[in-house]
Every structure is written in structure tokens, then in C-alpha cells.
């Protein structure tokens, strides 16, 4: 089974900040990675697939990055409306998710 | 508007039956697969399996293997879910969603809403 390593599990920021969300897999899985953003009580929302394509309607101060087994998504200019629960996910073998990062405000 | 709509929240009690459906619409279900994942309470999320409607081709996460069912009737563009005999550990949220392909992967979008399983005697 591919392992999705995130990290960090929970980091404080405040709003205008640069975040960024480390997910590191067990082997390499070429670029078959998405990002979902999870609002408490909400279904998740996809964000980034393909390890860098942005969805259609999510605000291109999102963006994803890398290949292999090294992964990144990177919120440039938190807004309110960010604090949230991130989840990478791979599908390079049938599927795994991350185990999370939550945002909160600092 | 593409949707997936899931039944409603179920409270039953260990050893009971239960089935949560998902209903598509807006696309055609058919020819496109269903995901069921789950989130335990506080927890992540956790794929159990997937379904091809069109021929109700059936994959399942290692950790579910035997544990669920999951089916389909393309008919009435519904996938289901679907336990024997309930835990208490199988308390949790669980969530269908649709799943895309490109050559660079598979993800999950759209996502239904969710049905809230709660198993306590």
C-alpha cells in the first residue's frame, strides 16, 4: 500500500500569510496527487488534481507542486474563509488520503 | 448541475442491517464511477471502495474487504452501501463521490453530502 505522509498535522496562521502543506508518499506516484479542502461539517471540496492543476472556481491563490514522492499545496494570501482541514490524496495505486493538516487562525 | 444526493442520517444498533444509498443526476451515471469513503468521528478520511454503475465492476480497499457491499442500479442512478451486521465502530460519516481520470490520475468530484451513521445499543 502507498502511505501519504502530511505534514505539518495543524499549524496556526493569520490572514495574508503564505501556507504551505507537505504530503510525502511511500514511493514514487508520478504526479497522481489531489488536494481537498474540508470545512467542519462539509463535505470535502476538491481543490488541486493532477499535483498542480487548479479546479475550476477555486481561487488561484491555491496552488500545487511536485512529483515523485514529494508533494506541496500552497495557500498565497490566507483569507478568512481558509481555515479549513487540507487532504492529499494519491491515485497512483487505487487510493490513500493524507491524514490531514488543519489551519487554524494564530 | 452535476450532484450526487446521499439518504438520510441512520441511528441503528450492533448487529443490525443497513443500506445508504447515493443518487446521481445531471450526467450520466453509468459511465462514470462512484466512490465511498469514510470519516470516522474527529477523524480522516478513508476510501472503501469503488463502482463502475455501467457494469457494477466492484473495487475494494483491503480494509473494507468483506466488511461492506457496495452495489449499484443504473437504472434509478443509485449506488449503495450497504453492512450486514453493524459495529459500533462502524459509527461515522460517510461520503459517495464521483471520480474523474485524466493520464495523470483519478480524483474525487463532485461529493455528496454525506449520511451520518450512528451505531449504539
Known amino acids: 500500500d502507498i502511505q501519504m505522509t502530511q505534514s505539518p498535522s495543524s499549524l496556526s496562521a493569520s490572514v495574508g500569510d503564505r501556507v504551505t502543506i507537505t504530503c510525502r508518499a511511500s514511493?514514487?506516484?508520478?504526479?497522481?496527487v489531489s488536494w481537498y479542502q474540508q470545512k467542519p461539517g462539509k463535505a470535502p471540496k476538491l481543490l488541486i488534481y493532477?499535483?498542480?492543476s487548479l479546479q475550476s472556481g477555486v481561487p488561484s491563490r491555491f496552488s500545487g507542486g511536485g512529483s515523485g514522492t514529494d508533494f506541496t499545496l500552497t495557500i498565497s494570501g490566507l483569507q478568512p474563509e481558509d481555515f479549513a482541514t487540507y487532504y492529499c490524496?494519491?491515485?497512483?495505486?487505487?487510493?490513500?488520503f493524507g491524514g490531514g493538516t488543519k489551519v487554524d487562525n494564530k | 448541475e452535476v450532484q450526487l444526493v446521499q439518504s438520510g442520517a441512520e441511528v441503528k444498533k450492533p448487529g443490525e442491517s443497513l443500506k445508504i444509498s447515493c443518487k446521481g443526476s445531471?450526467?450520466?451515471?453509468?459511465?462514470?464511477?462512484i466512490g465511498w469513503v469514510r470519516q470516522m468521528p474527529g477523524k480522516g478520511l478513508e476510501w472503501m471502495g469503488v463502482?463502475?454503475?455501467?457494469?457494477?465492476?466492484?473495487r475494494y480497499s483491503p480494509s473494507f474487504q468483506g466488511q461492506v457491499t457496495i452495489s449499484a442500479d443504473k437504472s434509478i442512478s443509485t449506488a449503495y452501501l450497504q453492512w450486514s451486521s453493524l459495529k459500533a465502530s462502524d459509527t461515522a460519516m460517510y461520503y459517495c463521490?464521483?471520480?474523474?481520470?485524466?493520464?495523470?490520475?483519478?480524483?474525487?468530484?463532485?461529493w455528496g453530502q454525506g449520511t451520518l451513521v450512528t451505531v449504539s445499543s
Open positions: 463502482i463502475y454503475p455501467s457494469d457494477s465492476d466492484t
Open positions: 493532477a499535483a498542480s
Open positions: 463521490a464521483g471520480l474523474s481520470t485524466i493520464s495523470a490520475g483519478t480524483w474525487f468530484d463532485p
Open positions: 514511493q514514487t506516484i508520478s504526479n497522481y
Open positions: 490524496q494519491q491515485s497512483y495505486t487505487m487510493f490513500t
Open positions: 445531471g450526467y450520466s451515471f453509468s459511465t462514470y464511477w
